[in-house]
């Protein structure tokens, strides 16, 4: 919990000391003692407090503990996104499919990354160098992308100017026709053929 703290502080001598809040998060599967009325509570949130005036030492610091093992709800009392998700957490290793109610978007992660956690060690090396040729394959064709697009860029680009230029080009030569210079002169010039002068 101090680190989060003491990485704030940048390198330098200059700081207002404005720290942003700190939260430990611990889900534990275990519980603390049973002190009175504790039982049926899996959720605490804790903070520093000065014995003597009760109050809140330091606000910017919680510490939140989430006992699974005082967890109780199932079915139907799974009302919310938080029950949802420690049920998920509490029962992950012992289910053998995904319940209907998980079946919502948000724990679509959740469950793939728990397919993966459950490989064996030879079906992990498999799967993570399967993982590597795609994530290679992917890159080379994202790299391949790029380039032809930034070739194709600077095809067009330069495919423009040069059209710029011609057009720039043939409209000197039709001004030179115009007053009747002779087209050996305007070929010397604009360096059109003496077809492409003709011809406007």
């Not at 210079?181 to 492409?196: F, G, N, S, W, Y």
């Amino acid at each position: 919990a101090a680190f989060p703290i003491q990485q704030q502080a940048p390198k330098g001598s200059k700081w207002n000391y404005c720290l942003k809040a700190v939260y430990t998060i611990g889900i534990l599967n275990f519980h603390f003692g049973d002190s009175p009325g504790a039982s049926n509570r899996y959720f605490r949130e804790v903070q520093l407090l000065d014995k003597q005036t009760f109050e809140v030492f330091y606000d910017k610091l919680t510490f939140i503990f989430v006992e699974l093992s005082r967890f109780r709800k199932k079915g139907p009392e799974l009302r919310t996104h938080f029950d949802k998700w420690l049920y998920a957490l509490k029962h992950m290793r012992t289910l053998k499919a995904r319940p209907a109610f998980l079946w919502e978007k948000i724990f679509e992660k959740l469950f793939s990354e728990a397919e993966i956690a459950k490989l064996t060690p030879q079906e992990m090396k498999t799967y993570q160098e399967s993982l590597k040729v795609y994530r290679d394959n992917q890159n080379a064709m994202d790299y391949m992308l790029k380039k032809g697009l930034e070739k194709g860029v600077k095809q067009g680009l330069e495919k423009g100017v040069k059209q710029g230029r011609y057009e720039e080009r043939t409209e000197i030569a039709r001004g030179m026709k115009r007053i009747n210079i002779p087209v050996d002169q305007i070929m010397e010039i604009t360096k059109l053929t003496r077809e492409e002068i003709e011809k406007l």
